[in-house]
């Protein structure tokens, strides 16, 4: 497999996680636009390495908080067995 395919599939799966994770879309936009930007080049290293790990943080809480979310649906129906299995066994 060539260097530009893998690159290309890469992308794709990226751009598929983004579409479905379409509240990481701002965060990510707003942290690149920091590094491609032509106001940026002006600031100094420092003030950029805060801005881009402010939305390094952003970008971390929704990730834990999405994945919370699917943990907590996911552990939904072990916890009602738990509660069931107990309930039933006079505990």
């Keep these: 497999m060539s260097q530009n395919t893998d690159q290309k599939q890469r992308a794709e799966k990226l751009m598929e996680l983004l579409m479905a994770n379409e509240h990481m879309i701002a965060p990510l936009e707003a942290l690149m636009e920091q590094v491609h930007s032509e106001k940026a ?3 100094k290293a420092d003030d950029i ?3 881009i790990i402010k939305h390094l ?7 834990l ?4 979310r699917k943990a907590s649906e996911a552990a939904k129906p072990e916890t009602k067995a738990r509660r069931h299995a107990k309930k039933n066994s006079g505990s």
Excluded at 57 to 63: A, F, K, T, W, Y
Excluded at 65 to 68: G, I, L, P, R, Y
């Design 65 to 68: 908080q999405q994945w919370a």
């Design 57 to 63: 943080r952003v970008l971390g809480h929704e990730s």
């Design 41 to 43: 080049l002006g600031r």
């Design 49 to 51: 390495e805060q801005i």
